[in-house]
């Protein structure tokens, strides 16, 4: 029993850090995580369109809770196949508070 237990409590942590993070681009988060770095856990609170164009093209900014508290970002996202002179198809820039 308790065995299945553990296996439940660690699914549960899995699918709960993956819920938290519903909706917020991989590829983003993880130019945030990166940026803040390995030693401060990173989890997204909110997020909020701003800018929505033409060809998929879309500004957020995103709330995260991080070692150091909250933090807001800018994230742009610029879809490669209509935007290729783009190094990277999302920008991620930290707001000043």
């Known amino acids: ?8 409590a660690a699914v549960l942590t899995v699918f709960a850090s993956y819920a938290q993070d519903a909706g917020f681009d ?5 130019q945030i995580r990166t940026e803040v770095g390995p ?3 990173v989890q997204p609170v909110e997020r909020t369109r701003i800018l929505m164009g033409n ?3 879309w500004i957020e900014r995103w709330t995260m809770e991080t070692c150091e508290g909250r933090a807001t970002y800018e994230v742009t996202y610029h879809p490669p196949e209509f ?3 783009h190094q990277r198809a999302y920008e991620v820039r ?3 508070p």
């Not at 029993?1 to 439940?8: N, R």
């Not at 991989?26 to 993880?30: E, I, M, V």
Request: glycine share 4%; charged share 20%; hydrophobic share 50%.
């Open 39 to 41: 030693d401060c856990p």
């Open 26 to 30: 991989a590829d983003a988060l993880l």
């Open 83 to 85: 935007f290729p002179d």
């Open 55 to 57: 060809l998929g093209f």
């Open 94 to 96: 930290r707001i000043a």
């Open 1 to 8: 029993m308790k065995s299945v237990t553990t296996w439940l």
